[in-house]
């Protein structure tokens, strides 16, 4: 089971200038080969697939945790598309790829690659065979940051370079964790055959806040209870600083996301989204709720509907 936090894993930006042209660049580290649904379905189906969790329990322990990190990764990709698609309009949306956003996505994220290419469980590997998966768990990650330097690179919009400098760090921790375990399982080093994390995050200002957190040394215990023996294979020292490797025994505690306002002109929630609003409302007290929802938001006073007001007009 996935226990659900309503918290984003980092902090992102609220919705500033819309940035369409560089949503469809996000998408790519969505829906795209190295993408973050390519992440969590690779080791999700892995898990699932896990023959003799017992006798290789800290190397299931390994797999089926960081699935459930890469859930919360795909959340914050969908977070950031969303936020740079705020307040856009379809005359912004030049290439067909853009045009989905609006058509069939109502200004939000798909599960497509940059181009619009719908994801593919082709693109999912799981093999049983615990070494050969963990080498396409290693590279599988390596590809992926290789591909967040590449949006990094092209895309300014403050959302989008938020997302690309945490989850080039947590895709580090990713990278070494599996070299971690095969090295352990054959004694080959794939650090050395193969330098990683090789991206110089900490040149990257965006990933320096999470370096100084010390988050390119942690291996999040997703559960209350279970996984228990990470430690057997996140131990010593991390292959480039040196500091040691550590696993926190609960996730990261989160951020609240921005409550992103309507957009009626593609009916999201609905065109008249007041009258959503105002039967929610109803249904709550009728429940015996608190007539305010009860959710945590990062803007309770409104800020991003200011904010959209004052981009579109």
């Known amino acids: 089971m996935i226990l659900r936090i309503d918290r984003l894993q980092t902090e992102l930006p609220p919705p500033s200038t819309p940035d ?51 859930y919360g990764h795909i959340e914050l990709v969908a977070t950031t598309i969303n936020t740079m698609l705020t307040g856009s309009s379809v005359e912004d949306m030049t290439e067909t790829s853009q045009k989905q956003h609006f058509i069939a996505g109502g200004k939000s994220a ?17 093999t049983g065979d615990l070494v050969e998966d963990l080498t396409h768990n290693f590279f ?3 590809g992926a940051r ?3 330097l590449k949006v990094y690179e092209a895309v300014d919009h403050p959302a989008a370079r938020a997302l690309t400098g945490y989850l080039l760090v947590r895709g580090g921790v990713h990278q070494v964790a599996y070299a971690r375990a095969l090295e352990n399982l054959t004694g080959a080093d794939l650090t050395k055959l193969f330098p990683a994390p090789r991206i110089p995050t900490e040149k990257i200002p965006e990933c320096q806040p999470h370096i100084k957190a ?5 291996l999040y215990r997703f559960s209350p209870s279970d996984y228990l023996e990470l430690a057997a294979v996140w131990n010593g020292a991390h292959p480039e600083t040196g500091d040691p490797l550590v696993v926190e025994e609960m996730p990261p505690s989160g951020f609240p996301p921005f409550d992103l ?13 007041e ?28 800020l991003v509907a200011k904010v959209k007001d004052k981009i579109t007009s």
Do not use: C
Request: aromatic share 10%; no cysteine; charged share 20%.
């Open 20 to 70: 369409p042209k560089g949503a469809s660049a996000v998408q790519e580290l969505m829906g795209g080969k190295f993408g973050e649904m390519s992440t969590l379905m690779n080791y999700t189906f892995q898990s699932f697939n896990f023959r003799n969790r017992q006798g290789a329990r800290p190397f299931y322990d390994l797999i089926a945790n960081i699935a459930a990190e890469e």
């Open 110 to 126: 798909l599960p497509q690659d940059s181009q619009g290419r719908a994801w593919t469980g082709d693109f999912v590997t799981a």
């Open 140 to 142: 599988l990650e390596t």
């Open 146 to 148: 290789n591909n967040k």
């Open 214 to 218: 010390g988050a390119h040394l942690k």
């Open 261 to 273: 306002p309507s957009e009626p002109d593609v009916f999201a929630p609905d065109y008249a989204p």
């Open 275 to 302: 009258e959503i609003a105002e039967i929610a409302k109803r249904l709550r007290t009728q429940a015996g709720l608190p007539e305010m929802p009860t959710g945590v938001v990062a803007n309770p006073d409104g």
